[in-house]
Each structure stands twice: as structure tokens, then as C-alpha cells.
């Protein structure tokens, strides 16, 4: 377990961006939307050709389905077409610095990165037009933009009870449903976990043999802290398709399964060691006494039921968490993919008079009962889910979304259709999807 925090002190700190430079950045903002992923595509290809060494952080899955070169596309073009004014994206840079710390990003891997992200604009936009004032200039924007990351990210290193990888064991493995299970992971060195955040994330590590390296994935902490484990709730991914050298899909061969997803399932087992990084993220629960409204799709229940189990814990053990009303708003597909349906519906006994809940099965099955398992056949919908359930009377109630993209994007336009402010509306986003508005 280590503290070790690389300063970047030996990195290029160029000044601020001049007026001129940023005029010549704004000026290359249609280039990054016609061009972007292509420039995003093939630096990742020379860098990890280069640098394979880097192949241990970035997502196998997400390399070969194109989506870290389309998330890193959008970023650049955000960059530059708010160069005047960087307020609007600094959110995501704060998404994206919890994320390289839980993969654990250092400042000299930010050297690597400028020199290949340039080499490839030069590639695709021409030496012929990418150079002198236009390459400088975006010289200096690359490393105003890094410093800002990684001092952020020092900042989240400091704070964090260790940096990098610790070594913890499985205590504890139990299916939750035909998809789901949890991973209990507790420390090796047996010494008491720091608290984190409920609805933060974790990443886990392991050599995946097939590549020939190690693969990270960022899972959501799915209980309440406990100071002696972690609990994990990973869904078994089926897989991404497999693709032709071109990039295209290849139906001549069968989807590979999502690799660490299946690896956990199939041979991480009780006592067996586990790499694991300290909590990040910056999706979690907030400290007012407002109510609390959770609303999921599928395994995006995770990082909401630490988020319910917080705030039914017992208060003499509960670290000054006060007491709020919450509902539990649930889509489930049916009652074979339905997880923790048992432990939820024990919270809202054991607290009729804060704890709500509305359940949607979209395709019940034969041994679902209507009232029991689930509230609402169908997709979740907001007009079929009680004003008191929701909570609308309440103009200071949180509302916590986390699932499928569109899921999410359906969820908050409802909300703020029934005159829910986005300020009080707070969605995870999964992978390298886009944020949600």
C-alpha cells in the first residue's frame, strides 16, 4: 500500500494561452468535429503500439468498440470550443480526474499522451497546416488543460487513504440474481478501511491471461461503508461483438463476453486476491436533511442502494448522517434479473414512514406476482409513479439516476418537466458514455 505521489514538477509549464492562440483554437473547432475521431482513433492506436505498457489502463472492450476514442473525441472538441471560457466542462474534467485516479493516472504518462494526441492532429490535418503559431498554440492549450488535471488529481491522491493498487482478498461471494452477484472484498493487511462517499466506485484489477495483461473496471461500492470491506454488486456482462480489421462488425464470429466482468463471475472466488484502488468518483450522496428520490435501470442500481442503505443505517453506528425520507424508484426487466427485490422490500418494512418505493417489470415473468415483486408492468414511467413517491411536493428533495444513457436522459427530462430545478438532479454516467443533460 502506497503513498507515493509524483509531482510533475519536471513536466513543460508553458504560460496561459494568449488571446492570438486562443483565437487559432477556436478556429480549429470544425476540424474536431468532422475530424475527431479519427484523430482520437489513431493516437490511441500509435500510443499503445508505442507504449504497451499503457494497455494495463486503458479498456481492452471499450478500445475495440471505439468508445474511449469517441468519449476522448468529444472532450477535445469541448476543450476547444470553450476555450474562452472553460466553466462549462469543468464538471467533466472533474468526472474524468476521479476516474485517472482510480486507475491510477500519474503525471508522466501526461507527457506520453501530448506527444501522441499532437502527432496525430499533425497526421490527419496535414504538416502542411498544422504547424508554426497553430501547433504551438495548441502546444500550450495541451498542457494548460494537463496541469489542470493534474492538480486536481494530486489533490484527490492526498486525500486518499493509499495510492495505486492494495492488495485485498474475496471474503465473501453471493449471487444476487441471474445476472448480479457481490464480491464482499476485505483488505489483505487486515487494517480498518477509511469511509467513503456512498455512490463512489472502486476499480478492481486483475491479469486477464487471454490478453496477456492486466484489465481495470470501476465498479460501484454497493453498500454502506463498513470499515473492514468493500462490497462490490457486478453484473456479467454478455460481451462486445467481434469486429473486422476495418473496425466494422464481423458476423462471421461470435461476440466476445466482457472480460473482467465474466472473469469475476467465473473464477474470482472466496479467498482468492483481488488488486483494488481507494473510492474516487464524484456522483454521491449529498449531507442535507432533504429528502432523498432514487431512480435506476438494471445494475445501475448499485451505487443508489449505497446510497439507501446509508440512510436507513442504524444512527448510533451511522457517522452523523441525518434523517431524510427517501424513495426507491426501480426498472427491473422481470423477477430472474430482479436483485436485492428481498433486501428492499425489508427496508421499506422496517421504515414505512420515510422509506417509498414504485418497482417496474417490463417483461414480468410467470412467477412474478403483481404487488409482491413488482408495483407497474411496463418501462418506467414518471406518470405512472405517484406525486408522493416522487416526491414533487418537496422543493428540496435530491434526485440520485443512474442506468442506461437514454435511461437516464428520459428520466431527467421528466423530472425537469415536473418542475424538478437540474440543480437538484445528480446522474452517474457508467464507462465512456457521454454526460446525460
Same mark, same amino acid.
Given at each position: 500500500?502506497?503513498?507515493?505521489?509524483?509531482?510533475?514538477?519536471? +513536466?513543460?509549464?508553458?504560460?496561459?494561452?494568449?488571446?492570438?492562440?486562443?483565437?487559432?483554437?477556436?478556429?480549429?473547432?470544425?476540424?474536431?468535429?468532422?475530424?475527431?475521431?479519427?484523430?482520437?482513433?489513431?493516437?490511441?492506436?500509435?500510443?499503445?503500439?508505442?507504449?504497451?505498457?499503457?494497455?494495463?489502463?486503458?479498456?481492452?472492450?471499450?478500445?475495440? +468498440?471505439?468508445?474511449?476514442?469517441?468519449?476522448?473525441? @468529444?472532450?477535445?472538441?469541448?476543450?476547444?470550443?470553450?476555450?474562452?471560457?472553460?466553466?462549462?466542462?469543468?464538471?467533466?474534467? /472533474?468526472?474524468?480526474?476521479?476516474?485517472?485516479?482510480?486507475?491510477?493516472?500519474?503525471?508522466?504518462?501526461?507527457?506520453?499522451?501530448?506527444?501522441?494526441?499532437?502527432?496525430?492532429?499533425?497526421?490527419?490535418?496535414?504538416?502542411?497546416?498544422?504547424?508554426?503559431?497553430?501547433?504551438?498554440?495548441?502546444?500550450?492549450?495541451?498542457?494548460?488543460?494537463?496541469?489542470?488535471?493534474?492538480?486536481?488529481?494530486?489533490?484527490?491522491?492526498?486525500?486518499?487513504?493509499?495510492?495505486?493498487?492494495?492488495?485485498?482478498?474475496?471474503?465473501?461471494?453471493?449471487? /444476487? #440474481?441471474?445476472?448480479?452477484?457481490?464480491?464482499?472484498?476485505?483488505?489483505?493487511?487486515?487494517?480498518?478501511?477509511?469511509?467513503?462517499?456512498?455512490?463512489?466506485?472502486?476499480?478492481?484489477?486483475?491479469?486477464?491471461?487471454?490478453?496477456?495483461?492486466?484489465?481495470?473496471?470501476?465498479?460501484?461500492? #454497493?453498500?454502506?461503508?463498513?470499515?473492514?470491506?468493500?462490497?462490490?454488486?457486478?453484473?456479467?456482462?454478455?460481451?462486445?461483438?467481434?469486429?473486422?480489421?476495418?473496425?466494422?462488425?464481423?458476423?462471421?464470429?461470435?461476440?466476445?463476453?466482457?472480460?473482467?466482468?465474466?472473469?469475476?463471475?467465473?473464477?474470482?472466488?472466496?479467498?482468492?486476491?483481488?488488486?483494488?484502488?481507494?473510492?474516487?468518483?464524484?456522483?454521491?450522496?449529498?449531507?442535507?436533511?432533504?429528502?432523498?428520490?432514487?431512480?435506476?435501470?438494471?445494475?445501475?442500481?448499485?451505487?443508489?442502494?449505497?446510497?439507501?442503505?446509508?440512510?436507513?443505517?442504524?444512527?448510533?453506528?451511522?457517522?452523523?448522517?441525518?434523517?431524510? /425520507?427517501?424513495?426507491?424508484?426501480?426498472?427491473?426487466?422481470?423477477?430472474?434479473?430482479?436483485?436485492?427485490?428481498?433486501?428492499?422490500?425489508?427496508?421499506?418494512?422496517?421504515?414505512?414512514?420515510?422509506?417509498?418505493?414504485?418497482?417496474?417489470?417490463?417483461?414480468?415473468?410467470?412467477?412474478?406476482?403483481?404487488?409482491?415483486?413488482?408495483?407497474?408492468?411496463?418501462?418506467?414511467?414518471?406518470?405512472?409513479?405517484?406525486?408522493?413517491?416522487? @416526491?414533487?411536493?418537496?422543493?428540496?428533495?435530491?434526485?440520485?439516476?443512474?442506468?442506461?444513457?437514454?435511461?437516464?436522459?428520459?428520466?431527467?427530462?421528466?423530472?425537469?418537466?415536473?418542475?424538478?430545478?437540474?440543480? @437538484?438532479?445528480?446522474?452517474?454516467?457508467?464507462?465512456?458514455?457521454?454526460?446525460?443533460?
Amino acid at each position: 500500500m502506497s503513498k507515493i505521489i509524483e509531482s510533475g514538477d519536471d +513536466l513543460p509549464h508553458p504560460p496561459p494561452l494568449t488571446p492570438e492562440q486562443r483565437k487559432l483554437i477556436s478556429a480549429t473547432v470544425p476540424v474536431l468535429a468532422e475530424h475527431g475521431v479519427t484523430i482520437t482513433t489513431l493516437f490511441y492506436k500509435n500510443m499503445l503500439e508505442a507504449h504497451p505498457e499503457l494497455r494495463n489502463v486503458f479498456s481492452h472492450s471499450k478500445q475495440q +468498440l471505439g468508445l474511449q476514442a469517441q468519449a476522448l473525441a @468529444r472532450a477535445v472538441y469541448a476543450y476547444a470550443a470553450n476555450i474562452e471560457d472553460l466553466t462549462p466542462i469543468l464538471p467533466v474534467v /472533474e468526472r474524468i480526474a476521479h476516474k485517472h485516479t482510480s486507475v491510477h493516472i500519474v503525471p508522466s504518462q501526461y507527457d506520453i499522451v501530448g506527444k501522441y494526441l499532437l502527432e496525430a492532429i499533425t497526421h490527419v490535418v496535414g504538416a502542411d497546416v498544422f504547424k508554426g503559431d497553430l501547433y504551438d498554440a495548441w502546444g500550450v492549450a495541451y498542457w494548460n488543460l494537463a496541469h489542470i488535471f493534474i492538480d486536481r488529481e494530486r489533490q484527490l491522491y492526498e486525500a486518499a487513504q493509499w495510492v495505486g493498487w492494495r492488495d485485498f482478498v474475496v471474503a465473501k461471494k453471493v449471487k /444476487e #440474481s441471474d445476472e448480479i452477484t457481490s464480491f464482499y472484498l476485505a483488505p489483505k493487511d487486515g487494517k480498518p478501511l477509511a469511509p467513503y462517499r456512498p455512490g463512489q466506485y472502486i476499480s478492481v484489477q486483475k491479469f486477464v491471461p487471454e490478453l496477456g495483461f492486466n484489465q481495470s473496471r470501476q465498479y460501484s461500492l #454497493s453498500d454502506a461503508p463498513s470499515p473492514d470491506h468493500f462490497r462490490i454488486s457486478v453484473k456479467r456482462e454478455p460481451g462486445i461483438p467481434a469486429l473486422t480489421p476495418s473496425g466494422q462488425p464481423d458476423p462471421t464470429h461470435a461476440a466476445h463476453p466482457g472480460w473482467l466482468s465474466n472473469l469475476l463471475h467465473a473464477t474470482l472466488n472466496e479467498g482468492d486476491p483481488v488488486e483494488v484502488a481507494f473510492p474516487f468518483g464524484e456522483f454521491f450522496l449529498d449531507a442535507s436533511p432533504a429528502p432523498v428520490v432514487l431512480l435506476s435501470a438494471g445494475v445501475g442500481l448499485t451505487p443508489l442502494l449505497a446510497m439507501l442503505n446509508t440512510l436507513v443505517a442504524d444512527t448510533t453506528t451511522a457517522a452523523a448522517q441525518p434523517v431524510r /425520507e427517501v424513495s426507491w424508484v426501480q426498472a427491473v426487466r422481470n423477477e430472474r434479473v430482479h436483485a436485492f427485490r428481498e433486501h428492499v422490500r425489508k427496508v421499506r418494512a422496517a421504515h414505512p414512514d420515510r422509506v417509498r418505493t414504485a418497482v417496474f417489470y417490463s417483461h414480468p415473468g410467470e412467477g412474478a406476482l403483481l404487488g409482491r415483486d413488482f408495483d407497474v408492468e411496463g418501462r418506467l414511467d414518471l406518470d405512472r409513479v405517484s406525486r408522493d413517491v416522487l @416526491r414533487l411536493d418537496a422543493g428540496d428533495a435530491q434526485y440520485y439516476v443512474c442506468g442506461p444513457e437514454q435511461f437516464m436522459v428520459d428520466v431527467i427530462e421528466g423530472l425537469k418537466a415536473r418542475g424538478v430545478d437540474g440543480g @437538484r438532479i445528480h446522474a452517474e454516467v457508467f464507462g465512456a458514455a457521454a454526460t446525460p443533460a
